[in-house]
């Protein structure tokens, strides 16, 4: 058992030699029984050939290059036939959908929906400019916190402190 632990190498390559060999004995053997299949008999070489001129006289006819043959037989029919061509194809008019009563009442919806949102917008632009006027005005508690906060963000401690302020006590970040 030391022996084949110390000559792995030698012993995977005695095993790949065999397997090698009987791989051809194996294929000379089954080259022989494919060689006595294939030649079973006159009958089944006659029908493989008609088979084959079937096949070949289908494709040329498919591709226009042979007339198109009935076939009398019933046995010589080994496919289904062809499917017909398209011969040509014909544009489809398709007209417009006659306006219905949804259509006006979605329309009507729409201008009301759009009539809101300008009345929204304005009002937003109002509340804006009023709370600008109070916050702007003199002796206001907005303008007296601005006037107390400016100094201290000329340093670089005092802007520090008013990110994290607003970090803190600003609205969430997924309001923003």
Do not use: C, N
């Not at 498919?62 to 544009?91: M, Q, T």
């Amino acid at each position: 058992m030391e022996w084949i632990l110390d000559h792995l190498q030698l012993v995977i390559f005695i095993a790949i030699a065999v397997a090698a060999s009987l791989q051809r004995m194996k294929k000379a053997a089954g080259g022989d029984s494919a060689r006595r299949q294939a030649s079973t008999g006159p009958e089944e070489d006659e029908r493989t050939r008609r088979i084959q001129e079937e096949i070949r006289r289908r494709i040329l006819e498919r591709r226009g290059l042979a007339p198109v043959a009935e076939a009398d037989d019933s046995e010589s029919r080994a496919f289904p036939a062809a499917p017909p061509r398209i011969e040509e194809v014909r544009p489809v008019r398709v007209e417009a959908p006659v306006a219905t009563v949804a259509d006006e009442t979605m329309d009507a919806e729409y201008r009301r929906q759009q009539e809101m949102i300008e009345r929204a917008r304005v009002a937003l632009e109002e509340a804006r400019k009023s709370r600008a006027a109070v916050a702007a005005a003199p002796g206001s508690a907005a303008a007296e916190a601005t006037d107390r906060a400016l100094p201290d963000l000329h340093s670089r401690g005092g802007l520090r402190r008013a990110v994290v302020l607003r970090e803190v006590l600003g609205p969430p970040i997924g309001l923003r």
